[in-house]
């Protein structure tokens, strides 16, 4: 694995918005996971299934095909299908997650300025990862909202918890001025 500053940047940012993930997606309830708010709205299964799709297209054979698979059934990803259990939804997750791992692992510097396509929109691999790593932040953010919002006054903070913004801040000066 060859790593340069941006790629070992990219490899944390997307290793943290999966741990937030998934560490949101433990606290809910079989019911909770495929809940939705309303007609309109994704389940937290749906958001998994959605990621876990978008994944596991984008980042197979990531250098070399269109990030948009021809087997991928994108609209399927916001149906829940009699199929789609909790086990098979986050099967696909993970497996997601790896191919992006594997593609991240098999990139050197000279690769970020290389072209990749999503739909036939051509793309550098630097900016196709910045655009994952929104997409997925903004759906894992999703997920965090639900499992909150399921959570019916029980949650506790994956993050900084409200009112410890100022201990948390004085805790990373501290530790990046060697205080």
């Known amino acids: 694995m060859s790593t340069t500053p941006a790629l070992a940047d990219l490899r944390a940012r997307f290793l943290e918005y999966r741990q937030l993930g998934e560490r ?3 606290r809910l309830g079989d019911e909770d996971f495929f809940r939705s708010l309303d007609w309109e709205s994704n389940s937290p299964a749906l958001l ?9 297209s984008r980042f197979t054979d990531f250098l070399s095909t269109d ?9 399927l990803e916001f149906q829940r299908e009699p199929e ?11 497996t997601g997650w790896a ?13 970020l300025a290389r072209q990749v396509s999503i739909r036939g929109e051509p793309y550098s691999v630097e900016n196709a990862l910045h655009r ?11 997920i965090v909202l639900l499992a ?32």
């Open 132 to 142: 994952s790593l929104a997409h997925t932040a903004y759906h894992v953010g999703q």
């Open 24 to 26: 949101a997606l433990e």
């Open 99 to 111: 191919r992006l791992t594997e593609s991240l692992n098999g990139l050197g510097e000279g690769d």
């Open 84 to 94: 789609d259990t909790r086990e098979s939804l986050m099967a696909a997750w993970q």
């Open 148 to 179: 909150k919002h399921y959570s019916a006054g029980g949650w506790s903070s994956l993050s900084i918890p409200r009112g410890a913004s100022e201990p948390f801040t004085k805790e990373i000066r501290d530790k990046f001025s060697g205080a």
């Open 67 to 75: 990030g948009d698979k021809p087997d991928r059934r994108r609209d």
């Open 48 to 56: 998994v299934k959605h990621v876990a799709g978008n994944l596991r």
